[in-house]
């Protein structure tokens, strides 16, 4: 089947620490991945994606590298900011024909302290 | 704005109470989802339209839910005996068309069903 695990949280660091969330995944083909994220009252955005291996995505200072031979898409950031609070969510949809429905981990909550 | 808008923002009803939720899409977007989600967990998927049918609803629970998005735009997710596990936050997301690989699907702000 499918299905992605991420780390539980919640994280809590300071600002201008480093940030790594551990997501791994199983799924039958060669999935697209993505992280999204929840800022406190808003909806779910799409962050970074990565749609083959070895795809290093990246946006706001994150990134994320597609990791076949250990089914790994960790997120990290080098220096995170109060801003970046939120919740994370690793997921994957497989490339198919059809529904590209996504399948998410449980959510990673991160609180960055001044 | 042009997002996805999602109505009522929070819902509670009663066990046993027949429910609506609608979603607007972004105009345009062909491809309609939706998740529920349920506290402390990430989204699940219930049902994928393309257009107007639903192209697959093998995420829906029982058959105590069903959804209709009759004219390819709005669409309206309907509970029926509602129980208290039905209780979480409903998103709908929309895509350009259904590669989300390469389309980015854009969520709206859920609604809160609470059931009692």
């Known amino acids: 089947g499918n299905s992605v695990t991420q780390m539980e949280g919640p994280v809590t660091l300071s600002e201008e620490a480093f940030l790594t969330i551990n997501c791994t995944y199983t799924a039958t083909g060669y999935p697209s991945l993505f992280w999204y994220v929840q800022y406190p009252g808003e909806g779910l955005q799409l962050l970074l994606k990565?749609?083959?291996?070895?795809d290093k995505g990246s946006n706001k200072g994150f990134e994320a590298t597609y990791r076949k031979e250990t089914t790994s898409f960790h997120l990290e950031k080098g220096s995170v900011q109060v801003s970046d609070s939120a919740v994370y969510f690793c997921?994957?949809?497989?490339?198919?024909?059809?529904?590209?429905?996504?399948?998410f981990g449980t959510g990673t909550r991160l609180t960055v302290i001044p | 704005g042009a997002g996805v808008s999602q109505t009522p923002s929070n819902k509670v009803t009663e066990k046993g109470k027949y429910v609506e939720l609608r979603c607007d899409p972004i105009?345009?977007?062909?491809?309609l989802y939706w998740y529920r989600q349920s506290l402390g967990q990430g989204p699940e998927f219930l049902i994928y339209f393309q257009g107007t049918g639903a192209a697959d609803d093998s995420g829906l629970p029982n058959d105590r839910f069903f959804a209709v998005r009759p004219e390819g735009s709005v669409s309206t997710l309907k509970i029926q005996r509602t129980e208290r596990g039905d209780s979480a936050v409903y998103l709908c997301?929309?895509?350009?068309?259904?590669?989300?690989?390469?389309?980015?699907?854009?969520f709206g702000p859920g609604t809160r069903l609470t059931v009692l």
């Open positions: 990565a749609t083959k291996a070895d």
């Open positions: 997301a929309s895509s350009l068309t259904p590669d989300s690989s390469y389309n980015e699907q854009f």
């Open positions: 997921a994957l949809t497989r490339r198919q024909t059809g529904a590209n429905n996504l399948f």
């Open positions: 105009s345009g977007h062909t491809a």
